[in-house]
């Protein structure tokens, strides 16, 4: 075996004064709703934001302490990874290179270069930059790192089992996102051996579920990235992951998009925690799968908070639309002075909030003498929502619900 619990031990004692130890806490709303007791591993608290600042600390450290160090580091990566050896190599002296995908948004771009790394965009794939950044490595004499497929960097994402056994020793259960597998396969190493009892679950979407496949000895289906949970979208898991993974992992959940969304949404709302797409796979699964985690005590690794603020604004809001607190309206009405004031009168003596109303006369089907109101509202839920209609239709204006 490359990686042994003792490895994760020893990379515990290398790392922990140079990364956060991040809270275990208690999401007693979810807990109730789930009728488990959970509680939430906040990587998301880790200072590039995400739980890669383990095992780049650690690879980056023993790189640092080899006789003949390499004159710097090359990655390949779109996000977190990318950022975590930036960090890392600038703390350690060290040139970072980093290349990233021709469409990796210039946010990521912005945050890499700012911790200080050398930035190349090639290639339209996480894949196709890894090939440029070892031929990069090579001429340059770098050392390349990998993002989850090496010893080192397995142990180190390992460590934060030891920090959740150490606050929470009565868990019965792990739930861990998987994209490469390297979180996955370090942590159910540790607790496996610290607490054989313990069960180990893995969670990847159903878009991209690589190591599910891999693992069960299943045809590699269709494979794709675009999803709300890119970090763990990954089509080729590691070998190294997937041997540990083996024979310690009680199964591979799969999610979809709308529970991951969901799970996003419940986080910020009911935990006011941030997370991303695949720092929310975890808490999606426990949701899907409620009946495994029923009256268990269950750990979830919230892996990851760096989510782009316009798509943490879309998820919330198509949350409250999917509540019901936001509502849209489309409402008939006769085009003639005082109908519109009477409409949203109406609509405020309810106790609704406009946000946005459009009065549309052309792009309509309508008689010429009647137009169509969409009316954006906040609302107090989908039962306040029927409650307008019912006040609409009763004063003779049409409307429906979009």
Same mark, same amino acid.
């Given at each position: 075996?490359?990686?042994?619990?003792?490895?994760?031990?020893?990379?515990?004692?290398?790392?922990?004064?140079?990364?956060?130890?991040?809270?275990?806490?208690?999401?007693?709303?979810?807990?109730?709703?789930?009728?488990?007791?959970?509680?939430?591993?906040?990587? *998301?608290?880790?200072?590039?934001?995400?739980?890669?600042?383990?095992?780049?600390?650690?690879?980056?450290?023993?790189?640092?302490?080899?006789?003949?160090?390499?004159?710097?580091?090359?990655?390949?990566?779109?996000? *977190?990874?990318?950022?975590?050896?930036?960090?890392?190599?600038?703390?350690?002296?060290?040139?970072?290179?980093?290349?990233?995908?021709?469409?990796?948004?210039?946010?990521?771009?912005?945050?890499?270069?700012?911790?200080?790394?050398?930035?190349?965009?090639?290639?339209?794939?996480?894949?196709?930059?890894?090939?440029?950044?070892?031929?990069?490595?090579? $001429?340059?004499?770098?050392?390349?790192?990998?993002?989850?497929?090496?010893?080192?960097?397995?142990?180190?994402?390992?460590?934060?089992?030891?920090?959740?056994?150490?606050?929470?020793?009565?868990?019965?259960?792990?739930?861990? %996102?998987?994209?490469?597998?390297?979180?996955?396969?370090?942590?159910?190493?540790?607790?496996?051996?610290?607490?054989?009892?313990?069960?180990?679950?893995?969670?990847?979407?159903?878009?991209?579920?690589?190591?599910?496949?891999?693992?069960?000895?299943?045809?590699?289906?269709?494979?794709?990235?675009?999803?709300?949970?890119?970090?763990?979208?990954?089509?080729?898991?590691?070998?190294?992951?997937?041997?540990?993974?083996?024979?310690?992992?009680?199964?591979?959940?799969?999610?979809?998009?709308?529970?991951?969304?969901?799970?996003?949404?419940?986080?910020?709302?009911?935990?006011?925690?941030?997370?991303?797409?695949?720092?929310?796979?975890?808490?999606?699964?426990?949701?899907?799968?409620?009946?495994?985690?029923?009256?268990?005590?269950?750990?979830?690794?919230?892996?990851?908070? *760096?989510?782009?603020?316009?798509?943490?604004?879309?998820?919330?809001?198509?949350?409250?639309?999917?509540?019901?607190?936001?509502?849209?309206?489309?409402?008939?009405?006769?085009?003639?002075?005082?109908?519109?004031?009477?409409?949203? $009168?109406?609509?405020?003596?309810?106790?609704?909030?406009?946000?946005?109303?459009?009065?549309?006369?052309?792009?309509?089907?309508?008689?010429?003498?009647?137009?169509?109101?969409?009316?954006?509202?906040?609302?107090?839920?989908?039962?306040?929502?029927?409650?307008?209609?019912?006040?609409?239709?009763?004063?003779?204006? %049409?409307?429906?619900?979009?």
């Amino acid at each position: 075996m490359p990686v042994t619990p003792q490895d994760v031990l020893a990379a515990h004692g290398a790392i922990q004064a140079h990364i956060q130890r991040t809270p275990t806490i208690a999401a007693p709303r979810l807990s109730e709703m789930l009728g488990a007791q959970l509680w939430l591993k906040l990587e *998301n608290l880790q200072f590039t934001g995400s739980f890669k600042d383990r095992g780049s600390c650690l690879k980056l450290q023993r790189l640092a302490q080899q006789p003949d160090p390499p004159a710097g580091v090359a990655a390949a990566s779109a996000g *977190n990874h990318a950022q975590g050896v930036a960090y890392h190599a600038r703390r350690l002296g060290m040139h970072a290179l980093i290349v990233m995908p021709l469409t990796t948004p210039f946010s990521k771009i912005e945050r890499t270069e700012g911790l200080g790394a050398e930035v190349v965009l090639r290639g339209e794939s996480v894949a196709e930059s890894t090939v440029h950044a070892k031929e990069l490595a090579a $001429q340059r004499g770098y050392a390349f790192v990998h993002p989850y497929d090496d010893p080192l960097i397995v142990a180190g994402q390992g460590t934060a089992a030891i920090e959740m056994l150490a606050d929470r020793p009565d868990l019965e259960a792990l739930v861990v %996102p998987i994209g490469g597998g390297g979180l996955c396969a370090g942590m159910a190493l540790w607790a496996k051996h610290h607490k054989p009892s313990i069960k180990v679950y893995g969670v990847q979407t159903a878009m991209c579920p690589s190591m599910h496949a891999r693992l069960k000895g299943l045809p590699m289906p269709p494979l794709h990235t675009h999803t709300l949970a890119e970090g763990i979208a990954v089509k080729t898991p590691g070998e190294i992951p997937a041997a540990i993974l083996q024979s310690r992992l009680e199964d591979v959940l799969l999610v979809d998009e709308t529970d991951v969304e969901t799970a996003v949404q419940v986080l910020a709302a009911q935990q006011k925690v941030v997370a991303e797409g695949a720092g929310a796979a975890g808490v999606a699964a426990v949701m899907k799968h409620a009946e495994l985690f029923a009256r268990r005590e269950v750990g979830v690794v919230v892996c990851g908070g *760096n989510i782009d603020r316009r798509m943490l604004s879309t998820v919330l809001l198509r949350g409250l639309k999917r509540d019901g607190k936001v509502a849209k309206l489309r409402i008939s009405i006769q085009d003639v002075p005082g109908v519109l004031a009477r409409v949203t $009168q109406m609509i405020g003596a309810a106790g609704a909030d406009i946000i946005e109303i459009e009065h549309q006369r052309l792009f309509t089907g309508l008689a010429p003498r009647q137009a169509e109101l969409d009316v954006v509202m906040e609302t107090r839920g989908k039962a306040h929502v029927e409650q307008i209609l019912a006040s609409l239709q009763g004063a003779g204006f %049409p409307a429906q619900a979009l």
